[in-house]
């Protein structure tokens, strides 16, 4: 058995409230911003209402490019995927935006293709970010063969104004104080909404194929992706069924980013403690450690039953628990362990009642004792 616990994948549960925490504040911000929406664009089509519109669409785009620049700056480590979303996200909200001041049926053409270009590879990069995210292997072959199909489609809608298969026909209306264009569909725009459609269930499937099979690295992680997809999904149907000009996929996506960048936040604090417990089991294990001799469990004295208590306490132990365990095994001082977990002493102790109750023992040095006399006896099996 590996009393070293191997797999440390999990988050703490305190960075999972910290994440709970976030989603909630997300959702409110939400909220307020679909209200805000309904007050500016709802009542009434007048001019000065409605040109409102613009106004939002550039302050979805400044918020887009802010969070683009602070994770280039913040992040030193290369996130492909995550660089690459965030980025297609400014892109397509600062078309949005052009669009929306557009003069010239030709410039509002031209912001809208750029839209699609963004709009049309984003779900691309939310896809390999679940998979990655949910530790789901895929074969080398599958981004440029997507990456082909996402540009056939790209194609394709940029064909209005030039062709009639996506768009029949196009114009720049601008009587309401802001420009968008009015479309008479052709035959193949169903295509693209059958192609978000079917991202949206690959998403979906995958996430639910990791939650059963227990792929990610904590449960949080998964409720982040759930709640990330469900909101774009939602956002969209909505957008399909409310009468007004608004791109709301350009809320979608800005509800990924939030949602995205607190999975990002966890997944960092996540490497940062594997780093941390990799760090200290590499270290020797020292000979002895000075303690009071009242602590000290003599190999002797530990009779097979705590032992056995011991291993079942093991597994008794929560993701936190386990966290905390394989630190102390590692010997991780006290502050490096609330530095990495992200806590007060006052939780660690909280976690050291329960892990040492667990366990059977009264303190850290009769945990690593009965952990050392273990290994040694499972190493003199072996040899």
């Known amino acids: 058995m590996d009393l070293r616990l191997r797999r440390i994948g999990f988050c703490v549960n305190d960075i999972k409230k910290g994440a709970y925490t976030y989603m909630k504040k997300t959702l409110a911000f939400v909220s307020i911003f679909i209200l805000s929406l ?5 009542c009434g089509k007048t001019a000065g209402k409605s040109s409102s519109i613009t106004v939002i669409y550039g302050v979805i785009a400044l918020l887009s490019a802010i969070i683009l620049i602070g994770f280039l700056v913040r992040e030193k480590k ?6 690459l979303l965030f980025f297609l996200v400014f892109i397509v909200n600062l078309s949005y935006f052009w669009l929306s001041v557009s003069n010239t049926l030709g410039m509002a053409l031209m912001a809208n293709r750029i839209a699609y270009l963004g709009s049309t590879f984003l779900p691309m990069t939310m896809l390999f970010i679940i998979l990655d995210s949910t530790n789901t292997t895929y074969p080398k072959w599958l981004s440029p063969a997507l990456s082909a199909f996402g540009a056939i489609v790209f194609l394709i809608t940029a064909s209005q104004g030039i062709f009639s298969f996506y768009y029949s026909s196009v114009e ?12 008479e569909y052709g035959p193949l725009h169903l295509l693209y909404s059958v192609y978000l459609i079917g991202y949206f269930a690959v998403m979906v499937g995958f996430i639910i194929l990791a939650i059963t099979k227990k792929k990610t690295d904590s449960p949080s992680h998964a409720v982040v992706l759930v709640c990330s997809v469900l909101a774009n999904i939602g956002v969209w149907t909505l957008g399909k069924t409310w009468d007004i000009e608004f791109e709301f996929l350009s809320v979608s996506y800005l509800i990924s980013e939030l949602f995205l960048i607190g999975l990002h936040t966890l997944i960092s604090e996540n490497e940062k403690l594997k780093a941390l417990i990799k760090e200290k ?3 020797p294990m020292p000979i002895a450690v000075t303690a009071p001799a009242s602590e000290s469990i003599p190999a002797s004295k ?4 705590k032992l056995d208590a011991f291993l079942k306490g093991i597994e008794e132990l929560t993701n936190t628990e386990k966290l905390i365990f ?14 990495s977990l992200n806590i007060k002493e006052n939780t660690l102790k909280f976690h050291n009642k ?12 009769q945990l690593q004792e009965i952990h050392s006399i273990i290994a040694s006896q499972n190493n003199d099996k072996t040899e």
């Not at 329960?354 to 040095?365: D, F, P, T």
């Open 281 to 283: 089991e590499s270290v």
């Open 78 to 83: 290369k996130y492909t995927w995550f660089s």
């Open 354 to 365: 329960n892990i040492y109750g667990k366990l059977g023992v009264s303190s850290r040095k």
């Open 326 to 339: 394989d630190a102390y095994i590692a010997h991780s001082s006290t502050k490096e362990i609330m530095a």
């Open 172 to 183: 720049l209306d601008t009587s309401l104080g802001y420009s968008f264009l009015v479309k």
């Open 302 to 305: 530990v009779d097979s039953e």
């Open 38 to 42: 309904f007050s500016l664009t709802g």
